[in-house]
């Protein structure tokens, strides 16, 4: 067994080895933290994902933890100390994006009881099934970010290469997501 071949010489100190081990493909089940996927997967469109991840915990802060309802309703002045916060990724597109995608999961949350069970009644899809669904849906997700959304949370195939050994545990951990 190798690992997948973009961190087979990683050291395991590198918060990307312990992300691609742990995290990485692996379904997530609260509401909050999908949305803090999605939100670290459209501040790293155009940056790397290291960057993101060595900032990982700014924007966690920044962002009230991910809370949803919190996001949701953000203000002016909430704009202000993102788009001043030297931790994060300070750009008014992806801020105002997280604003409005939290308040679309606000509006999944009362239709479908939460963002999870959403994206529950729309798998198995696609990938360009899914991009459709998350351009009318949310603002700054494109094909990549998307793409990389759904994987990193287990809903498309192609997180881990299937030699490697996380992507048995990913497979132990949500075998029909992976089929």
Not at 39 to 52: P, V, Y
Not at 122 to 132: D, G, I, Q, R, Y
Request: net charge positive.
């Amino acid at each position: 067994m190798s690992y997948c071949k973009f961190v087979a010489t990683i050291e395991n100190a590198n918060p990307h080895k312990y992300y691609h081990d742990h995290e990485y493909g692996f379904p997530i089940h609260d509401d909050n933290e999908l949305f803090g996927r999605l939100i670290l997967e459209i501040n790293q469109a155009g940056l790397s994902w290291s960057t993101i991840l060595n900032k990982r915990e700014n924007f966690v802060r920044a962002y009230d933890q991910f809370d949803i309802k919190k996001v949701a309703n953000y203000k002016e002045k909430d704009i202000t100390r993102l788009l001043n916060d030297q931790g994060i990724i300070r750009n008014k597109l992806k801020v105002n994006a997280a604003i409005h995608n939290a308040q679309q999961i606000r509006q999944l949350q009362v239709d479908h009881g939460s963002f999870k069970a959403w994206l529950d009644t729309h798998h198995p899809k696609t990938k360009e099934e899914w991009v459709k669904l998350f351009k009318k849906t949310f603002k700054f997700t494109g094909g990549e970010i998307t793409n990389e959304f759904l994987m990193s949370t287990g809903y498309l195939k192609g997180a881990h290469d299937e030699n490697c050994p996380t992507h048995k545990k990913v497979l132990e951990t949500a075998p029909m997501w992976n089929k």
